[in-house]
């Protein structure tokens, strides 16, 4: 197989340490990157204090600095800073294949890419659609004025970035079908390859009570898990309230990991409901330390109610041997209905979260059970997998032909 000059242009940076549109970019540019593909990652800074121009694992990594005034400098700067940087640095690199992985970056850029490189773009989900749920208020009311202008420009950008590339890659089946409800005319071909976890990296701990011991997590409680950004899409308050519920009926402990807007609120609501026994916030947890909890765990929960599409989580807490209960919300039943679909809620109420915690409990010890899961993640989900798709989808493209 020939080797390839990739350029992958992207929004977010595979220094990020947090966030699953960083970790898909981080996994994807690396393994391609280890299969001797020269592979160059130019996106926004993520902090000033992170180095312009680095190398991670054989990938060249490229920022360009952007400005955080606010939301009007931040989006305009993500285009115009893409452009001047690239054309700085760069323009006229012959690469023989281009990687849009969001919006922004990507119309910056794009009339100084060479014609000839083909491209794909990385549709992980609808950026209009993303920017009115995070612009909802922790109180669940929402902006009314500058959030549907925003979505709209957002979605015109996001169209103007990808209506060049000759295919568009989704992670699951929901997300194919909210692209074509987003944009429905002039869409190059979808490609679905889900999303992947690391096998070596995510795997069943030999003891789990050691493991429960070092993170001082009790023993004798049910453990749930769930790590997500703190934002009201997330459902994390249904969460709350479930364990409430539950309380008198078993003896459970949520661990809550993740940071955002809404901790404070979830913080009041455990007070205001007398559970501060029953809660714990772990905030960020770092990539590195993620398996122990997801080993300690004996269900990670999954509670999102809006636009959930993929869920990168799911599949690592799986690959530990960890059942997963999610709401039926976006590809999360595409995840789990196949391998067992007692593990899906009703809906993303408390009261069906509560009920499908009580109905899987009886399943969260049983090691073949845990077994399963960690069988399904190795068969479906390996990210070895997913970059073999997507590097035979790059290198059968045809050079020469804008989309």
């Not at 000059?5 to 996994?27: F, K, Y």
Request: glycine share 8%.
């Amino acid at each position: 197989m020939d080797k390839l000059r990739i350029l992958v242009v992207a929004d977010v940076s595979p220094l990020e340490p947090h966030g699953g549109a960083s970790r898909v970019l981080r996994e994807q540019s690396q393994r391609l990157a280890a299969r001797g593909h020269e592979v160059t990652v130019f996106s926004r800074q993520p902090e000033i204090s992170v180095q312009t121009e680095s190398e991670v694992k054989g990938v060249s990594v490229r920022h360009y600095p952007v400005s955080r005034a606010h939301a009007l400098a931040f989006f305009w700067s993500s285009i115009a800073g893409a452009r001047r940087a690239y054309r700085d640095t760069l323009a006229g690199r012959p690469w023989d294949r281009v990687i849009l992985h969001q919006p922004l970056s990507a119309v910056g850029v794009r009339r100084l890419l060479p014609r000839a490189a083909p491209r794909i773009y990385m549709f992980l989900s609808p950026a209009s659609a993303e920017y009115r749920l995070r612009a909802e208020h922790p109180s669940g009311r929402r902006s009314l004025l500058l959030a549907p202008l925003a979505a709209a420009l957002l979605r015109r950008v996001e169209y103007a970035a990808f209506r060049t590339a000759q295919r568009v890659v989704v992670m699951s089946d929901y997300m194919r079908g909210k692209l074509a409800a987003v944009h429905p005319r002039g869409t190059p071909p979808v490609v679905v390859i889900p999303g992947g976890v690391d096998l070596r990296h995510f795997r069943p701990a030999e003891d789990r009570m050691a493991v429960r011991r070092a993170l001082r997590l009790p023993a004798d409680r049910l453990l749930l898990l769930t790590v997500r950004d703190l934002h009201p899409r997330m459902g994390l308050e249904a969460l709350v309230e479930a364990v409430g519920a539950l309380r008198e009926a078993l003896p459970l402990m949520l661990v809550v990991g993740g940071q955002g807007p809404l901790r404070t609120a979830l913080e009041a609501q455990v007070g205001r409901m007398g559970l501060a026994d029953h809660v714990r916030f772990a905030g960020h947890i770092a990539e590195a330390d993620l398996p122990r909890y997801y080993q300690a765990a004996d269900c990670f929960v999954l509670p999102t109610r809006a636009l959930e599409g993929f869920g990168l989580v799911t599949v690592e807490a799986l690959a530990c041997g960890t059942p997963v209960l999610g709401t039926p919300v976006g590809a999360t039943p595409e995840i789990l209905a196949p391998l067992a679909p007692e593990l899906l809620t009703d809906d993303a109420s408390a009261e069906a979260l509560a009920n499908g915690i009580r109905r899987v409990a009886p399943l969260l010890r049983d090691d073949a059970f845990r077994a399963r899961c960690r069988a399904h993640a190795e068969a479906h989900y390996d990210w070895e997998t997913a970059v073999d798709r997507l590097e035979d989808l790059l290198v059968g493209l045809s050079p020469g032909a804008e989309g």
